[in-house]
């Protein structure tokens, strides 16, 4: 009984500490990501989204997409602070899965106010891809 007890006050902080740990995970896919928008390899940044990001859009609409939205907006001039970090399994109009939704508040040289919304999906094989991004 009392093995069952310890159990059972041990596993909300093993999932909790499971749950920072992908989190962790996450964060770093999604700024070595946004790393490779920020360096202008927009097509790299393609290449190495998931396979759902990839067949919304095609490979050079993407870096066309950038080049007319990202490029115009400058160097960042502040360093990326996270706003929120939500952790979602289901998406409208995504299939079921571990999503993290990230949100980063950002200064550009020609727009001093903006935010990036990042979202990532865990695959199969437990790495972390984009699956959508957005600039406001």
Request: hydrophobic residues 40%; glycine residues 4%.
């Amino acid at each position: 009984m009392k093995n069952l007890i310890l159990i059972l006050l041990l596993t909300p902080i093993f999932i909790m500490s499971q749950n920072k740990q992908e989190e962790k995970q996450a964060k770093i896919a999604a700024i070595k990501w946004l790393k490779k928008i920020d360096n202008g390899n927009y097509l790299e940044s393609w290449d190495s989204a998931d396979k759902y990001f990839q067949n919304q859009i095609q490979r050079e609409r993407w870096s066309a997409a950038l080049n007319a939205s990202r490029l115009p907006l400058g160097k960042l001039t502040s360093k990326r602070t996270l706003s929120s970090s939500d952790y979602k399994s289901e998406l409208a109009g995504a299939p079921d899965g571990n999503y993290y939704v990230f949100t980063y508040n950002i200064s550009y040289e020609k727009k001093n106010i903006a935010q990036e919304t990042l979202t990532l999906i865990q695959t199969y094989q437990g790495e972390w891809k984009v699956v959508g991004f957005l600039i406001k």
